[in-house]
């Protein structure tokens, strides 16, 4: 008789047919002189050593298949449990020796192209440098920072992957199919999240089944909502907050020699247009604990050449107005709002002191067209007629509306020959329109903004309360400011490690994020110090001490509307172990 072939007893034939019909018509578990292609998978398995102390014993064919049960009675419990465990052998959680590690299942996975694709890429990202060690080389693990066990939605995240070297992956996390320390957490508190709901989504669809989804009523509506919010006359809907920027700027109509004051710290949007429209970027440094850019710098920067000043409202805490407001007054400006909706100086809306403005609904930020979109204000006609036609190809602007019709009326002249307006360009442009889905979504989305607004400002005031009331944490962080009769919309909450700490930025930003907590460095720092602006024309004021600075120890967490009291207490808890274990 072949080896591990077995023989079954008369009484064990009876037993198992009785359990056959409590479990259902199965084939038996070995098939006379051959084992079933599903039998000789399971042996060749266990031959690999893939089945642990506590399964099934296969003893590899030497005493017989089930071996030590060889000639044995076996009850209909024995035969129950034996088939339930035949069931889950290889189904992951449901598995009743699943310790979190890799199971067949999750080795497909890690076989698929999706995976390598995402190895690929977190490799990449992190300059094929073990991100604890810093060794460098071919020998790296792409790693899960939360196993994809447990979060499979995070299983190909970039910002859930880390680039490890053996060494560090063995001693910390799974490896091997075995938990050596596994390490994972609770929450997970991104940095931000967007709040939607059946509303936008009947929105959504109500313009699906309209038949028009190019800019329409929905657009019109979410414009003059915009409008009326901020107190200015015109508001356009545009892609993005960038393409806002960009059109406010170019419609000034700058001279090409002229110069572009702005800060040296915050996000490239604000400083790019500058760039892209041939002008010069004069870079001023910020006040280190409102993070916005010093009055102060900005009038050791006049020359005249100076044309313009483009300022944003960083992490939505306001500007010096007080101050800023009369150097305006004497300049073409392009306000950047587009962390700050909501926020304001003496009851008068951030988005309505600039000569244009603008505003950003990407996914991050406090309301969202479906993701993206953008909103470009302003109370010059002649303004908003110049990004009109910049935002639509360089088309000719008559009036809002006009364009909504779907007929040709050939009613004005194109170098003498009858041509139909829509037609018609003016100038060379852009196509930086949204589609009327988005505008949809933001119409939904506007009417929480007050309570998204509230929310926001209540979490980062829970920060401020548990870090600075009583000052013990002052020691380790510089706490942020915001001015008098100044209303903040906040974005983040924004901790800046003072000199000399005994720890890092990046310490502590990886200790938060190890934790659950996601964490950003403050946008682009001093932007000047970025690789896209060292072969480009630009010029500093003074050293940009502060710039530095926040470049180099400030760090921002989540304030949105979806981090809850317990989320809070969390985050509090974790800088607190971190400060024992290192401060």
């Not at 760039?275 to 409102?290: A, K, M, Q, S």
């Not at 909501?342 to 309301?367: C, E």
């Not at 008559?398 to 004005?412: C, H, K, L």
Request: aromatic share 12%.
């Amino acid at each position: 008789m072949p080896t591990g072939v077995y023989v079954r007893t008369v009484e064990l034939r009876k037993i198992m047919s009785e359990a056959q019909k409590r479990v259902g018509n199965r084939p038996p578990l070995v098939l006379g002189r051959h084992h079933s292609e599903e039998t000789k998978r399971k042996i060749a398995l266990n031959n690999k050593g893939l089945f642990k102390k506590g399964q099934i014993p296969w003893n590899k064919g030497k005493k017989g298949f089930l071996g030590h049960w060889k000639g044995k009675k076996m009850s209909v419990e024995s035969c129950e449990k034996m088939r339930k465990a035949d069931r889950t052998l290889t189904s992951g959680k449901n598995h009743y020796n699943w310790k979190g590690g890799i199971t067949l299942e999750y080795r497909k996975m890690r076989n698929s192209i999706e995976y390598k694709l995402w190895r690929d890429a977190v490799l990449i990202r992190d300059n094929y440098t073990c991100i604890w060690c810093g060794q460098k080389g071919s020998r790296l693990v792409a790693d899960h920072i939360k196993p994809f066990a447990f979060f499979s939605e995070l299983r190909f995240a970039l910002d859930n992957g880390r680039t490890l070297c053996e060494k560090c992956h063995k001693q910390t996390e799974t490896f091997g199919g075995k938990i050596r320390k596994t390490k994972y957490y609770p929450r997970d508190i991104l940095i931000s999240k967007s709040i939607y709901g059946l509303p936008e989504k009947e929105a959504v669809l109500r313009v699906l089944d309209s038949g028009w989804l190019g800019i329409g009523k929905e657009s019109a509506t979410f414009e003059h909502s915009m409008a009326e919010y901020v107190g200015v006359k015109h508001a356009m809907f545009v892609n993005s907050g960038s393409s806002a920027l960009l059109l406010g700027l170019k419609a000034l109509n700058l001279s090409p020699s002229a110069e572009v004051i702005t800060c040296a710290a915050g996000f490239p949007s604000t400083l790019s247009p500058i760039l892209h429209c041939g002008f010069t970027p004069i870079l001023v440094d910020c006040e280190l604990d409102t993070y916005n850019i010093d009055p102060k710098e900005v009038e050791k920067a006049i020359t005249p050449k100076t044309e313009a000043i483009v300022f944003a409202h960083a992490a939505g805490n306001p500007c010096d107005m007080e101050a800023l407001t009369p150097i305006l007054s004497k300049y073409p400006s392009v306000e950047d709002a587009c962390d700050s909706i909501g926020a304001s100086y003496r009851g008068k809306m951030l988005g309505s002191f600039g000569t244009v403005s603008a505003f950003s609904f990407f996914a991050s930020h406090h309301i969202t067209a479906a993701g993206g979109g953008g909103m470009a204000l302003t109370n010059d006609e002649r303004i908003m007629t110049n990004m009109f036609s910049l935002r639509d190809w360089g088309k000719r602007y008559i009036q809002p509306g006009y364009y909504q019709r779907n007929f040709s009326a050939y009613d004005t002249d194109v170098d003498g020959i009858p041509y139909d307006i829509s037609y018609s360009y003016d100038t060379v442009g852009y196509n930086m329109k949204l589609i009327e889905l988005g505008a949809a979504f933001a119409n939904e989305q506007f009417k929480r903004l007050p309570l998204f607004i509230e929310k926001r400002n209540k979490n980062h005031a829970y920060f401020m309360n548990y870090f600075f009331k009583e000052k013990k944490y002052e020691k380790y962080f510089i706490p942020p400011r915001v001015y008098p009769d100044h209303i903040p919309s906040q974005f983040f909450f924004v901790f800046i490690l003072r000199d000399g700490v005994s720890f890092t930025r990046k310490q502590l930003g990886m200790y938060l994020e190890e934790h659950g907590v996601h964490t950003r460095p403050f946008f682009a720092g001093n932007i000047s110090r970025q690789p896209a602006l060292k072969n480009l024309p630009f010029r500093k004021i003074g050293t940009l001490k502060n710039s530095n600075k926040l470049m180099e120890d400030a760090l921002m967490i989540g304030v949105h509307p979806a981090i809850s009291e317990e989320d809070l207490q969390y985050v509090t808890d974790t800088v607190d172990k971190f400060l024992e274990e290192n401060g």
